[in-house]
């Protein structure tokens, strides 16, 4: 057996051990008959097969960021990190995404749609409980919902529900949700951050103050920009949870935070200064998980004002940026280029045979002259609030664009107010998008040509046209099609410069351990490592 | 004495007036920042529909002024209001917080003064030496760096290279007050190693000053010795300079802790303050800043007090 091979052989021997289809005496087996010896293969079992399945118990301490003295259990006005990551804790979901980016079970078993996709039903867990003690049944799942419904409601997750027209128990653990429009993507809605499982009062509004909630860990103990401790909800209704308890504590200071982990105050940190990034993962006690997300970066143009209305300035901007470059100056590595369509390389249907454009100050001089200019001159708008570092982006793509003939004058705008004043506002600015869980989420949200966030101001007939169809298609095979095409259009036509989707990188002590893959879609396996990682 | 208490009730008097002013400052300072509490609540996630259902359910759809009267009157009852976003009552939000801050302050102000006044003591009397440079050059240094680099460079090299504090200052009531004051070591020190040098330094400039006067002269003669001359003959009358500038320490220490605050993780109520401005928190910010405003005050008021029943000719006018 050549090296190569055997490599390729022990690599084999050992996923299959992890996931469990080999035991200790067969893997010991084949690994000997491999030609290896058998302290070395004794070695392997311990350090990679031993150390893979979880086992029970520990605190587990994590050094989240993001975490306000302002703050609140109200589902409707999560926001800020540290809410995010403690609702995937002591809250749960109808659905999860897994940490292979697909759809799986959380409060509900399964799903299913009529052929035209306007009518879901979704059968609950029979043996999940809340903290309390309280079941879980039909009635509290449409509390929960239409706490994001209706006039009255201050939901930030409204948007997301307004196609809902009606949610209907139908006996104990199901529930039938109405739409006035086919929705294929019903059940990965379910996973936004906004729309966790709380307990339903008498009269049928959600019961969200206390802070109840029937996820993996009960809270025991929280004080608003401090700290949360919580411990295991016995009644959780799921496998994982290895941990007995967690420390959840608010360090805002990337400095504090990452010398918390270094000197073993924390187990783990949520986010990491990308600047010393490469300094910290030297240390030998400390693995940082670098971890591509759905999370964009977009420079969205008005394409209704001059000169963006011309689709060739447009191009030429998007010409006219080094993504390599900016990934590597930047963020240091921690990012992964965009294609100018807002549909991250996580994402279900997304289209893989797009060619990645590329720096071509030539070619974005060639659409400048196409649109009968010799030179242009156009301001971007930024701030350091978005992104640490948005503004030496900006800077950055304008000296990219000199090369050819563009001259970008970057705007650094005020970090305060910066949505409510900028964004929207004016015709070209810096924004960041967390990550939506599918195409049509995105497409919808910001380029559908009537959205009120269509932030390019972007009219496109057949974009739209495909929107809709894909939007109630069950199909994958046409979705993807569809969906395929509408990435085209939104990178040759559309109003959108996508330098970037940013990574999420976070950092661990190396005594803590996860599964071979990780959700791109929060911050610690998207905000599930609290159930799913355990200690070695 | 019948003096001082015209003095303090006086002050007191003026201190209230100036409280309302500020607190006409704080409330037209939040309404001129950019964006309202539903904006930074919601976010990047606001709608006009649940902008406008956030702003009447707090009540910011009435006019300013209405508001403003409005919490005036409920506060002069001694009822500060509740957090808009957390719905808890002011009291309870800054109560533990402001119990942090103020151990903090206390912890670090009884090394920092003891600490200043000695030193100011001793480098008046060994002046112009090796060691009054050296100890002019420390202080100075420490007080022009920012808190935050001073602390960075205190946990690299105590907490992270020497391993003998916590970096982080994470305290909660159930500690024993041992334990507390090895968690917040670190943060005292930054502390005090920021308000050192101006007590110092005043203190060894009003003894120096005092060291030309015609009866510390007369003292040298008479043979006292030189340590004596300052501890005994001197000092007393320095005073007055070093208690305000103690005092205006004092108030530093508990109103300017946010950096070390932030870098120590400290759970303090620079941290709550800042967090309530961003988020447009009327009600908080105002009660912060009033503390904060008291806070100032009082310290002068007690100066004022002080150098006054430390000055014999003060106390027994004529």
């Known amino acids: 057996m050549s090296n190569s091979s055997k490599q390729e052989f022990k690599e084999l021997l050992t996923r299959d051990a992890k996931s469990g289809k080999l035991g200790r005496r067969d893997f010991m087996r084949f690994a000997v008959a491999a030609g290896m010896s058998v302290p070395l293969a004794s070695g392997l079992w311990t350090s990679e097969v031993a150390a893979a399945t979880p086992k029970k118990g520990g605190n587990f301490r994590v050094g989240v960021h993001d975490v306000n003295t302002s703050d609140t259990f109200d589902p409707g006005t999560y926001q800020s990190v540290g809410m995010i990551q403690l609702a995937h804790t002591h809250r749960s979901y109808l659905t999860e995404i897994t940490p292979e980016n697909g759809l799986g079970p959380d409060m509900a078993d399964s799903w299913s749609a009529t052929p035209d996709a306007k009518v879901w039903t979704f059968e609950l867990n029979k043996n999940a409980t809340f903290h309390n003690g309280k079941k879980f049944t039909a009635a509290d799942a449409i509390a929960s919902l239409n706490h994001h419904r209706g006039e009255k409601s201050t939901s930030a997750a409204k948007a997301l529900l307004t196609t809902v027209t009606d949610i209907k128990a139908k006996g104990d653990h199901t529930i039938v949700i109405e739409l006035n429009q086919g929705f294929a993507d019903l059940p990965w809605v379910m996973t936004d951050y906004h729309l966790v499982i709380v307990p339903a009062k008498a009269d049928g509004t959600a019961d969200w103050e206390g802070g109840v909630g029937a996820g993996p860990y009960a809270i025991t103990s929280h004080k608003p920009g401090i700290s949360t401790l919580l411990k295991r909800h016995s009644g959780w209704h799921r496998e994982g949870a290895y941990f007995d308890e967690i420390e959840m504590l608010g360090l805002n200071d990337p400095n504090a935070r990452q010398t918390a982990l270094i000197t073993g105050d924390v187990d783990a940190i949520t986010s990491v200064d990308l600047k010393t990034v490469a300094l910290l993962g030297r240390n030998p006690n400390i693995e940082v998980d670098n971890v591509p997300s759905g999370s964009a970066i977009t ?18 901007l998007k010409n006219a940026i080094d993504r390599n470059d900016i990934v590597e100056k930047i963020m ?13 390389p996580g994402m279900p249907y997304a289209p893989t045979d797009i060619p990645q454009r590329v720096y071509d100050p030539d070619k974005a001089k060639f659409h400048l002259k196409k649109a009968g200019m010799s030179s242009l001159k156009v301001s971007l708008s930024a701030a350091d609030s978005i992104l640490p570092g948005a503004v030496d982006m900006c800077v950055l793509y304008s000296e990219h664009a000199k090369k050819a003939g563009i001259q970008i004058d970057v705007k650094r705008e005020a970090n305060d107010g910066y949505w409510s004043d900028v964004w929207l506002k004016k015709p070209w600015t810096f924004v960041k998008w967390g990550a939506r869980p599918t195409p049509d989420n995105m497409f919808t949200l910001a380029y559908k040509d009537d959205a009120p966030w269509n932030e390019s101001h972007w009219q496109n007939k057949r974009f739209n046209e495909l929107l809709l169809q894909a939007k109630a298609e069950l199909d994958d095979t046409r979705r993807a099609a569809q969906y395929r095409e509408m990435c085209m259009l939104a990178r040759d036509d559309g109003g959108t410069v996508i330098p970037i989707f940013v990574n999420f990188v976070y950092a661990r002590n190396k005594k803590v351990q996860h599964g071979p893959s990780l959700a791109s879609s929060w911050e610690l396996d998207g905000g599930r490592g609290y159930h799913r990682w355990w200690f070695a | 004495m019948g003096d001082i208490v015209t003095i303090v009730l006086k002050r007191l008097g003026l201190g209230l007036i100036t409280l309302l002013v500020i607190s006409v400052i704080i409330f037209g300072a939040v309404e001129l920042l950019p964006g309202d509490i539903a904006q930074a609540v919601l976010g990047q996630g606001a709608t006009e529909d649940n902008l406008a259902a956030l702003r009447t359910e707090l009540g910011l759809d009435r006019a300013a002024p209405v508001r403003y009267f409005e919490w005036l009157f409920n506060a002069i009852q001694g009822d500060f209001g509740k957090s808009l976003i957390s719905k808890t009552p002011v009291s309870e939000a800054i109560g533990t917080r402001f119990g942090n801050t103020l151990f903090l302050a206390v912890y670090a ?22 060691f009054d440079r050296v100890a002019n050059v420390l202080t100075l240094t420490s007080i022009s760096s920012p808190e935050f680099f001073l602390g960075y460079v205190l946990i690299l090299f105590i907490a992270v290279k020497g391993g003998f504090f916590p970096a982080i200052a994470k305290i909660d009531d159930d500690m024993s007050l041992l334990d507390k004051l090895d968690r917040t070591f670190l943060p005292a020190l930054t502390m005090v190693l920021v308000v050192v040098a101006h007590m110092m330094r005043m203190t060894r400039a009003s003894i120096i000053n005092l060291l030309a006067s015609p009866y510390v002269e007369m003292a040298r003669l008479k043979g006292v010795p030189a340590w004596k001359v300052i501890v005994k003959h001197t000092l007393p009358n320095a005073w007055a300079p070093v208690i305000n500038v103690v005092a205006l320490n004092l108030a530093y220490l508990v109103t300017g802790v946010v950096l070390v605050e932030v870098v120590f993780v400290y759970p303090g109520i620079g941290q709550l303050l800042v967090d309530a401005v961003t988020k447009r928190d009327f009600p908080v910010v105002q009660a912060c800043c009033l503390i904060f405003a008291a806070t100032f005050i009082l310290l002068n008021l007690a100066a004022d007090v002080g150098s006054i029943l430390t000055n014999p000719r003060l106390r027994h006018p004529k």
């Open chain 1, 299 to 316: 420079l969205p143009m008005f394409c209704d004002v001059a000169p963006f209305n011309n689709v060739d300035v447009r191009l030429a």
């Open chain 2, 109 to 130: 102000a009884l090394i920092a003064v003891p600490v200043a006044i000695f030193l100011g003591v001793v480098v008046a009397l060994f002046r112009n030496s090796v």
């Open chain 1, 332 to 344: 240091f590595g921690t990012a992964t280029p965009g294609n100018d369509y807002h549909v991250s």
